[in-house]
């Protein structure tokens, strides 16, 4: 019989990492490699050693509790981030660690001690938010990107992130992905509306949609916007502005899993009366079908072209994250709704909309999701919410699976 997992401490614990960075609303930012993020790092990492884990910090800050299993097998491993975006909630990231500790004290109160070993992680630089790509700690874990590109990625503020790492005493030693994983599960809020609006309890992620992102640096010319007729303005801003204006639309027309966001725009000089010389801005594309997401990036590039040519500006580009769509392992999205039918818990399986670790996990060994629903389909947002007993229910069906594989 597996251990029950109470609820005390990961309520109490969620409430304590998010009064690190936290911000009006209740949310909290905690950019990667942030005094905030060493902060919230130092905390985590105290609970794994209280919990008795050997905690080790790889050399992209990656840091992963071990539990020692009766066997010297590779582990069972579950894990997310604790990095968030400047308008972060409590929850995306920092449930799904803090889940798993859980996991780790209902095993030590019941002494559990499972075949294989547990391993508990948190991955640096998810989100992306400060340093790109997303996914970042992940991705060189899975051999998806070295550690020198990595270091080199730098923040607006020109800083790196091997410096950053450095700064904040996360730079560890040990090889990224040397512990390769019998199996990954990451326990994560959905982050979108589908499971509360159908009042379902869990949700049996199947895939992660592809994800693109792009910086655009737009040259015009600046010019004054009293004295300037329409016909001789090479307007920066008019070319962000009508990006804008055209993937929305085109995310409409599409249809199906298509979404578009320009989230990033900063105009320059940015004053009431000047027509702006430059435009440097950001275009999220995302879907869960390869060749639509290669037909809409084809298509935003063909009107960034067109409205280039017409209004006489140059515009450079760089791909900032690029990753395909990918499917977790048919077996153990299978074991994820066997165990949340088991515990009574009503599922749906369904794609992820956001990006996650485990998708570079995918890589490295049958990896699968957890999702448990988000009040009103908020995130990113400090208004995020899940309800305590739907995040139980997510951490319960997380313990029965991991120890269920790690008896396999
Ligand atoms: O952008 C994402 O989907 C994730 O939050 N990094
Ligand atoms: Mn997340
Ligand atoms: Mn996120």
Same mark, same amino acid.
């Given at each position: 019989m597996t251990p029950e997992l109470s609820d005390r401490h990961l309520l109490a614990n969620l409430d304590a990492l998010a009064r690190i960075g936290a911000i009006d609303g209740g949310g909290c930012a905690r950019l990667a490699l942030s005094d905030e993020d060493r902060q919230g790092r130092d905390l985590v990492v105290g609970w794994m050693k209280e919990l008795g884990l050997d905690v080790r910090i790889d050399a992209i800050g990656n840091v992963i509790g071990v539990r020692a299993g009766r066997?010297? =097998?590779?582990p069972v491993m579950t894990g997310s981030h604790i990095d968030t975006v400047?308008?972060?909630?409590?929850?995306?990231?920092n449930y799904g660690v803090l889940a798993g500790l859980e996991v780790v004290r209902a095993l030590n109160a019941a002494k559990v001690v499972t075949r294989r070993p547990l391993a508990v992680a948190f991955f640096t630089n998810e989100e992306g938010a400060r340093f790109q790509p997303d996914m970042m700690g992940s991705l060189v874990y899975a051999g998806g990107l070295g550690l020198n590109e990595a270091y080199a990625a730098a923040d607006k503020d020109g800083l790196a992130v091997g410096d950053e790492l450095r700064r904040i005493g996360y730079l560890g030693a040990t090889k990224p992905?040397? =512990?390769?994983?019998h199996a990954f599960v990451e326990l994560h809020i959905e982050q979108g509306p589908i499971l509360d609006e159908e009042k379902v309890r869990i949700g049996v992620v199947e895939s992660v949609q592809g994800i693109s992102w792009t910086e655009y640096t737009v040259t015009g010319v600046s010019n004054h916007a009293g004295t300037t007729p329409m016909r001789l303005r090479r307007d920066a801003g008019y070319l962000a502005a009508s990006v804008n204006l055209f993937a929305r639309k085109l995310a409409w027309e599409m249809g199906g899993d298509q979404v578009a966001t320009v989230g990033a725009l900063v105009l320059r000089p940015n004053l009431i009366n000047v027509v702006p010389n430059r435009a440097v801005f950001t275009v999220d594309l995302r879907n869960t079908d390869e060749a639509k997401l290669q037909e809409a990036e084809a298509r935003v590039a063909a009107h960034i072209a067109e409205v280039a040519a017409s209004e006489r500006v140059a515009v450079e580009s760089k791909v900032l994250a690029r990753f395909e769509p990918v499917i977790f392992d048919p077996g153990l999205v299978d074991r994820v709704e066997r165990h949340a039918r088991a515990l009574s818990l009503s599922t749906r399986r369904m794609p992820s909309g956001a990006g996650h670790d485990a998708q570079m996990m995918q890589r490295l060994c049958p990896t699968a999701m957890i999702f448990v629903p988000s009040v009103e389909g908020l995130?990113?947002?400090?208004?995020e919410h899940t309800e305590p007993a739907d995040l139980v229910a997510g951490a319960q069906v997380l313990l029965n699976l991991i120890v269920e594989l790690a008896e396999g």
């Open positions: 066997e010297d =097998l590779p400047r308008t972060g909630g409590r929850y995306d990231g992905g040397a =512990l390769r994983p995130s990113h947002n400090v208004k």
